[in-house]
Nanobody, 122 residues
Framework: QVQLVESGGGLVQAGGSLRLSCAAA????????MGWFRQAPGKEREFITS????????YYADSVKGRFTISRDNAKSTVYLQMNSLKPEDTAVYYC???????????????WGQGTQVTVSS
């Protein structure tokens, strides 16, 4: 079992930045691929980014490529999402996810956090 707790969400103006954190507890963090998803009101949850167990390989959705950066600190059992150049369409609940697939999270990860709200005002 892995418990995930996100933090860092909030309200920001368009063009601004936020950094989300996801602290993991439970099984060995470094054995899991980690990722972030988001869900906007009235829309399905969508994949944003994933990082492999070592942090050496990352994957991004086209909608955030070049603006968002995922990273991880295995010593702290934490994964981060740095979000720059935020747009109103980035407004959503952001979820951290973990999968025992060490390369990348699957479309339906095994473990989810509770989510953190990000609101970008125009």
């Amino acid at each position: 079992q892995v418990q995930l707790v996100e933090s860092g969400g909030g309200l920001v103006q368009a063009g601004g930045s936020l950094r989300l954190s996801c602290a993991a507890a439970g099984r060995t963090f470094s054995r899991y691929a980690m990722g972030w998803f988001r869900q906007a009101p009235g829309k399905e949850r969508e994949f944003i980014t994933s990082i492999n167990w070592s942090g050496g390989r990352t994957y991004y959705a086209d909608s955030v490529k070049g603006r968002f950066t995922i990273s991880r600190d295995n010593a702290k059992s934490t994964v981060y999402l740095q979000m720059n150049s935020l747009k109103p369409e980035d407004t959503a609940v952001y979820y951290c996810a973990a999968d025992p697939d060490m390369v990348r999270v699957t479309p339906l990860p095994t473990y989810w956090g509770q989510g953190t709200q990000v609101t970008v005002s125009s």
